[in-house]
């Protein structure tokens, strides 16, 4: 039985920090992948970060590369999304997905669908 449930949004003004938390549990696997997606009203979700909890490597969408930092809260399943600079364009409904399994390591993984356990998401607004 995986749990997902995110924590942390609001709203910020640009330039701004928050840090997003997604309390994960019920995970059988010892090797995962654990990501952020983001999706704003009349878009399409877009993939942010993802990190493997077997090889601790990380993966970013060029839009937040050098500016978010996905993590493992104390080295549990619970992927942490620490934003900084953040841009009016960063507002959208962030979702934290799970992929009990899964290598992390391809393209594959920016795809929504490779993911089969999500958070109810929290939402994030940025003010310019």
């Known amino acids: 039985q995986v749990r997902l449930v995110e924590s942390g949004g609001g709203s910020v003004q640009a330039g701004g920090s928050l840090r997003l938390s997604c309390a994960a549990s019920?995970?059988?696997?010892?090797?995962?992948?654990l990501a952020w997606f983001r999706q704003a009203p009349g878009k399409e979700r877009e993939w942010v970060a993802r990190?493997?909890?077997?090889?601790?490597?990380?993966y970013y969408a060029d839009s937040v590369r050098g500016r978010f930092t996905i993590s493992l809260d104390n080295g549990k399943n619970t992927p942490d999304l620490r934003m900084t600079s953040l841009k009016p364009e960063d507002t959208a409904m962030y979702y934290c997905?799970?992929?009990?399994?899964?290598?992390?390591?391809?393209?594959?993984?920016?795809?929504?669908?490779?993911?089969?356990?999500w958070g109810q998401g929290t939402q994030v607004t940025v003010s310019s």
């Open positions: 019920g995970f059988t696997s010892s090797s995962d992948c």
């Open positions: 997905a799970a992929a009990p399994g899964g290598s992390c390591s391809t393209a594959y993984w920016v795809n929504p669908r490779s993911f089969a356990y």
């Open positions: 990190i493997s909890t077997y090889t601790a490597t990380t």
